[in-house]
């Protein structure tokens, strides 16, 4: 059960993540660190008003930190701060196609609550508790 | 005499089956316990010694005069003077229930910290402390306008560096603080050395005894070390208990950090008279359960030896090395199977291009429980290793050999997934 984490997808994703590098121009950012993991990543994107038109990420991490980073930053390409400002639990699950685990759920939101806080603080926004809670 | 006649050989076997959990499943394959740095599992002994107490005779503790009360006292208190006894310390008032390590020192850095520590003053850890012997300390020096200092690792980055305790201990601290077993590297300090070298200089001695209590014998009398601290849940005992041994006379002048109930002799509405030690630092009702669990834990680990103990972990801590070391693109750290005698039997390993956490989640699909991250040493881990965090494998007297050939499997498997090498 817990290997299914390690679906070739999510491994390749590692080996060769998405979207991976920092972006000099960014119109937003953000960085998070998971202290108990030690997992560390920055996302950086280029809005056109509220579109994405570019999304990067830098870090380090697990499999399935890195491997979520990368599949939710081709996810996020071309959609609306709005749209990131809706996305929740429910939508990484649906992008890395798995349910982690309670264990590893927080490396799996990790990249998703950085992409929402990127945004949040942008729109000069508090964070709401939902991503908080990622 | 009689002991050399009876000649007992360590029989892993029959350990195992007083351990109920090492016989279930995880994740549909036999549970491989390898994570006993956190905490150990119980036997039925201790298990039973809780329930027991539930069960027949459970009572509140020092007020009651009827017979069940009495006998909950008793218990309680009989467990001191096992632990006492265990460690060495001159009798049971030297030996007080906490929560865990943890609670311990703080006690001592409130407690005793909290009266000496002046403005300016030094107070000396080394860089191989768990959170637990470091936070405490950086509390208090913030607070009390202190100069924390650490004693570094040498270039072994696996001992610590005698010559940096010497350059250390010129600063004057008031306090050392140094743990007897490194949680992520295995290595057992010279605490006696330590310890005698701090006295020179006039400093107090805490030594965070939670990695080698469970291990080794322990005697705080030839150690010197002014406290000592251990937590039971790391030492087949239950969780909610773990002991402060401090030498009687420092003790008897610290002013206690909780206060209410029990602690004390006589109150009128304008005065408190401490009570006796070891009372005086147990304010309200203690975990009476947790205390008599305690006492047949330290039953059970008396009935094995803690010498057949650290022998057994010294065989199989040797056989994991040596397994491990010819595995490619894995890394162990701390002492290699040359030092025995100078580590215990926590392994810290990591593997090329995967992360801890992978690691561990390949090893708990095969049943194997291992930890991964800082191992609440972060600066260690992190400042020092060069790691965000690593894998640790940590044994105790229960582990056997066809468990390390799991682990060596679950590496392969590892690598395997990763596609490593
Ligand atoms: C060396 C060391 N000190 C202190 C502690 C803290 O023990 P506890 O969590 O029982 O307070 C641990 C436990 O992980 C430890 O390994």
Redo the contacts with the bound molecule.
Sequence with gaps: MALDLYAEDIVSHYEHPHNAGVMKDADASFHNYNASCGDDITIYLKLDKDKITDIKFKGTGCAVSVASASMLTDFAKGKSLKDVEGMNVKTIIGIIGIDPGPARLKCATLSLRTLKEAVFLYEHKEADRETKAL | MKQDNMHETFDVERIRSDFPILSTKMNGKPLVYLDN??TSQKPNQVIESISNYYRTYNANIHRGIYAIAVEATDAYVDSKVKLAKLVNAKGMEEIIYTR???EAINIVALGWGGANIKQGDHILITQME?H??LVPWMLLARRNGAVLDYVKLDESKSMLDMQSLEEQLENEPKIVAV?HVS?VLGTINDVKHITRKAHDHGAVVLV?G??SAPHMQVDVQDIGCDFFTL?S??MLGPTGI?ALYGKFDILDKMDPVLSGGDMIKSVTFSDVTWNDLPWKFEAGTPDIAGGIGFGAAIDYLNGIGMKSIRDHEKKITKYALEKLSGIKHLKTYGLGKEDLERRGGVISFSIDKVHPHDVSQVFDSEGIAIRAGHH?AMPLVEEILGESAVSRISFYLYNKESEVDRAAQAVELVKKTFKVG
Excluded: E, F, I
């Design positions: 740095a956190a865990n390590t943890t768990h637990s012997n743990t949680n965070d939670a990695q937590s849940h790391k773990g609440c």
